[in-house]
């Protein structure tokens, strides 16, 4: 029996190309490490600033993690395999060709499971967090370090235009098209194929470049336009869910079509878009982080 032949191999490659297949990573590892650097820089320097909640980041992370939340933004994609249910969380569809996203209609997995989708695991998770720093003393069975990486990966996610896309075509990730002269699938194109290309090109392949230049884009103005939810909402994921599936309707489907070569065209007009979409996750990370650990003080003060 040859090596090839061994049913374990075989089963670890059937896993592999599913997984592949399924795509349900979301931003590549480059661009979930941007979006949780501008989240943390976010946190630290700018006209959020939070003391309460980068203290709680910090108290949750795993020692290995060395205070640094971006190093583990993208652990929750490690994860499918051990916590089988949680790969349905990474993104939600819509019927097809519905450019619109809606909750009650949208959020649920293959199976037709309610709430299996990601804009509830961003509900789900801000809560589990809130439970515990807005009752302080309670007891919980919750896991809040696992809660904090799930939330800061999943509020990522949401804003990839790809990961609210059409059920039919699993988010792209059935368009075959080329990237250039590669094959690539559409899907995988939004998570890592423009940012590559953008290192490469235009930021001496160096993340922290690039992450430098996304954030310095960010003005003033944006910071709350994009931090604060309606209605003293803790956290809004249904409202970047309707935008990223906007954005796949004008952005990532056109022309891009099965089969089509994409691109200067393509690479440079959406490319703003990608920067965009991740400058918004990391400020809408930060926002909600703070929203959340600011709890504990508020609540406190309020019962005096
Ligand atoms: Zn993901």
Request: one cysteine or more.
């Given at each position: 029996?040859g090596?090839?032949?061994?049913?374990?191999?075989?089963?670890?490659?059937?896993?592999?190309?599913?997984q592949f297949?399924?795509?349900?990573?979301?931003w590549?590892?480059?661009?979930?490490?941007a979006?949780?650097?501008?989240?943390?820089?976010?946190?630290?320097?700018?006209?959020?600033?939070n003391?309460?909640?980068?203290?709680?980041?910090?108290?949750?992370?795993?020692?290995y993690?060395d205070?640094?939340?971006?190093?583990l933004?993208?652990?929750?994609d490690?994860?499918?395999?051990?916590y089988?249910?949680?790969?349905?969380?990474?993104?939600v569809?819509?019927?097809?060709?519905?450019?619109?996203?809606?909750?009650?209609r949208?959020?649920?997995?293959?199976?037709?499971?309610r709430?299996?989708?990601v804009?509830a695991?961003?509900?789900?998770?801000?809560?589990?967090?809130?439970s515990?720093?807005?009752?302080?003393?309670?007891?919980?069975?919750?896991?809040?370090?696992?809660?904090?990486?799930?939330?800061?990966?999943?509020?990522?996610?949401?804003h990839?235009?790809?990961?609210?896309?059409?059920l039919?075509?699993?988010?792209?990730?059935t368009?075959i098209v080329?990237?250039?002269?590669?094959?690539?699938?559409?899907?995988?194109?939004?998570?890592?194929?423009?940012?590559?290309?953008a290192m490469k090109?235009?930021y001496?392949?160096?993340l922290?470049?690039?992450?430098?230049?996304?954030?310095?884009?960010?003005?003033?103005?944006?910071?709350?336009?994009?931090?604060?939810?309606?209605?003293?909402?803790?956290?809004?994921?249904n409202v970047?869910?309707?935008?990223?599936?906007?954005?796949a309707c004008k952005?990532?489907?056109?022309?891009?079509?099965?089969?089509?070569?994409?691109?200067d065209?393509?690479?440079?007009?959406?490319?703003?878009i990608?920067?965009?979409?991740?400058?918004?996750?990391?400020?809408?990370?930060?926002?909600t982080?703070?929203?959340?650990?600011?709890?504990?003080?508020q609540?406190?003060?309020s019962?005096?």
């Amino acid at each position: 029996m040859g090596m090839s032949s061994s049913p374990l191999l075989r089963i670890w490659k059937a896993l592999l190309l599913l997984q592949f297949v399924t795509g349900a990573l979301g931003w590549g590892k480059e661009g979930h490490y941007a979006v949780c650097k501008i989240a943390e820089s976010s946190l630290q320097f700018q006209a959020y600033l939070n003391e309460d909640a980068t203290a709680a980041v910090k108290e949750l992370l795993p020692e290995y993690a060395d205070g640094d939340l971006a190093s583990l933004c993208s652990w929750a994609d490690t994860m499918n395999f051990r916590y089988h249910w949680s790969s349905a969380l990474h993104y939600v569809d819509t019927p097809d060709f519905f450019c619109n996203y809606d909750f009650a209609r949208d959020c649920h997995d293959s199976s037709g499971h309610r709430y299996a989708c990601v804009t509830a695991a961003i509900y789900n998770y801000t809560d589990q967090l809130k439970s515990e720093y807005h009752n302080p003393g309670a007891v919980t069975n919750y896991n809040l370090t696992e809660a904090l990486l799930f939330l800061s990966h999943f509020v990522g996610d949401v804003h990839q235009p790809l990961h609210v896309g059409f059920l039919g075509d699993l988010g792209g990730n059935t368009i075959i098209v080329h990237w250039y002269t590669r094959k690539a699938n559409l899907h995988h194109v939004w998570d890592t194929s423009i940012i590559e290309s953008a290192m490469k090109d235009f930021y001496n392949s160096d993340l922290t470049t690039m992450i430098n230049s996304i954030q310095s884009n960010i003005t003033d103005n944006e910071l709350p336009l994009w931090g604060d939810c309606e209605g003293n909402q803790t956290v809004c994921p249904n409202v970047f869910a309707s935008e990223s599936i906007s954005l796949a309707c004008k952005y990532a489907y056109r022309n891009a079509t099965p089969g089509s070569t994409l691109t200067d065209d393509y690479f440079l007009s959406r490319l703003p878009i990608v920067e965009e979409r991740v400058a918004q996750a990391g400020v809408c990370l930060a926002a909600t982080l703070n929203r959340v650990f600011a709890s504990k003080v508020q609540i406190a003060e309020s019962r005096r």
